[in-house]
């Protein structure tokens, strides 16, 4: 005994987190109306007094495009705040972009969820090192190489993550949505691809958003590198410089870039022919101090999305991948639709899901969902048979839903990383734009209209009351109805049922 008290010490000691003492301050610059940026946006905002200029992001390749746009593009200042950021093919070349602007005079600042950064540690020291970048990690992991550890001695805390995904050039520009940064989500892999959406949008809402990125930069959750990672060695910065060129003459790279120097959506960005929508945008983000569990129920996006969205008077579209809505998501939505709101649900599959027990948290509710006369929707994993779907919905053969948006009205969108599930609620640390935009509320609607039925399972009760999964023109003049849920294996089926049992909803 006295033996697993003295290693409970030993744990907790050496799990402590550096002092936050001497860590440097830094706000938003705001001297930037001379920038290439703001010549470019200012004349358009001033056409348009209190709106925001917002574009979407729906292909990988466009939302890889416009951050590297605005990394080459930026003058003054670059605020980066990311959940994941792979160091693959894509997350190699845009911390490359970050050096480069860095080294024309661009202050940067890299905030990252230290969730997902195993094995970056030797890169963003390095990074880290330039005089002109800082890095900074959320709610960071003491034990760098036995992360396991932290969760025994620290669970409460480093079980909140800070979800946030925000791409911020010279206070002019901003880019927003559902996607981290890797190839995953850029259609830039060969494995398994996230249908996304990003929303690029200029105008006062960037304000809004780096005003956030500040309070986040300065939250008690945010720690700076030393004391945390080793620190890189001398002429590191040349040899991420050379890792870079590697990385771009790799064949699959040279495609890939190839293909976005085509992109009509990359020259229309050079040109400034963007064909922005002017409307009213709203910034909703939780508090920081979530991250610590100490932030006040009213400041958080779940409370406040509800009341921005309002009760929708005819329809509601929720894309949501990991959608777990627990009792009271279900009642909130039964309310809807028995006023008469038709409420659609896109979700994921248990075939495409990433994140099985998640999928459980789903599946325990659909029943009830479907008997207050919600529709779901449930996305297959491979959509390549169709090229209209490839198009404007997915990047792949192979794909995973990974979008987070709502649509009310046809009037009214939300973009951002917000999951409907108790984990974006009460745990992990959120962010989104309310769009006020018929075109952008009225393409979700006319998705889940025209897209959705050919590249999801529609699910509905049978004629004996057992679930069904239909593929809506999947035959000839008809449809095909499968039994069993697709892609679900015996063993796989059985771990789905146990997790449903346990109760462990609160962590989805």
Do not use: C
């Not at 050379?242 to 120097?261: G, I, K, M, T």
């Not at 390549?384 to 792949?396: E, F, I």
Request: no cysteine; net charge negative.
């Amino acid at each position: 005994m006295a033996i697993l008290v003295l290693l409970a010490v030993a744990l907790a000691i050496s799990s402590r987190l550096p002092s936050q003492e001497g860590r440097s301050e830094s706000t938003r610059l705001t001297h930037t109306a001379d920038t290439l940026l703001a010549r470019a946006v200012q004349p358009f905002a001033r056409a348009h007094p209190g709106l925001s200029g917002v574009l979407p992001l729906a292909r990988g390749d466009d939302a890889f495009a416009a951050r590297v746009a605005l990394a080459e593009s930026a003058q003054r200042t670059l605020d980066v705040q990311y959940y994941i950021w792979r160091g693959d093919m894509s997350g190699t070349l845009l911390f490359e972009a970050l050096h480069r602007a860095a080294d024309r005079g661009v202050r940067v600042r890299l905030l990252l969820d230290d969730n997902n950064t195993a094995g970056l540690d030797p890169l963003l020291a390095t990074l880290d090192t330039h005089p002109l970048i800082e890095v900074r990690l959320f709610n960071p992991f003491p034990h760098r190489n036995w992360r396991w550890l932290d969760y025994i001695t620290d669970f409460p805390r480093v079980n909140r993550r800070m979800h946030n995904k925000s791409f911020t050039a010279d206070n002019q520009a901003t880019i927003m949505g559902g996607r981290n940064v890797g190839d995953e989500y850029f259609d830039a892999g060969d494995g398994v691809l996230f249908v996304d959406l990003d929303v690029l949008a200029v105008g006062p809402i960037v304000d809004e958003v780096s005003r956030d990125f500040d309070l986040y930069w300065a939250s008690e959750s945010s720690y700076r590198l030393q004391g945390l990672v080793p620190a890189a060695p001398e002429g590191a910065l040349a040899a991420l410089e050379a890792a870079a060129s590697v990385v771009e003459r790799n064949p699959a790279a040279r495609a890939y870039l190839r293909a976005l120097d085509e992109s009509p959506y990359l020259q229309a960005l050079a040109s400034g022919d963007l064909g922005l929508e002017w409307v009213e945008v709203e910034l909703l983000s939780d508090d920081p101090a979530k991250g610590l569990g100490k932030a006040p129920r009213e400041s958080l996006l779940s409370e406040r999305l509800q009341q921005v969205i309002g009760t929708p008077d005819a329809e509601l579209q929720i894309v949501s991948p990991y959608f777990v809505p627990t009792a009271f998501g279900v009642d909130y939505l039964a309310g809807l639709a028995k006023q008469g709101v038709q409420v659609t649900v896109l979700t994921n599959s248990l075939a495409a899901t990433d994140v099985t027990a998640v999928h459980a948290g789903y599946a325990k509710r659909r029943k009830p969902l479907l008997d207050a006369g919600i529709t779901l929707y449930e996305m297959k994993p491979e959509t390549a048979d169709v090229p209209t779907v490839r198009r404007k919905l997915t990047g792949s053969s192979a794909s995973s839903l990974h979008a987070k948006v709502f649509a009310a009205d046809r009037r009214r969108a939300f973009i951002g990383s917000f999951n409907f599930d108790p984990r974006s609620a009460n745990l992990n640390t959120e962010m989104g734009l309310v769009v006020e935009s018929t075109a952008i509320a009225s393409g979700i609607a006319n998705t889940f209209k025209d897209l959705v039925p050919d590249s999801a399972y529609l699910v509905r009760r049978g004629t004996d009351g057992k679930l069904e999964w239909v593929e809506e023109g999947a035959v000839e003049g008809g449809e095909r109805v499968l039994k069993e849920e697709p892609g679900n294996g015996f063993l796989l089926n059985a771990a789905v049922r146990v997790m449903e049992a346990l109760p462990i909803e609160w962590l989805l």
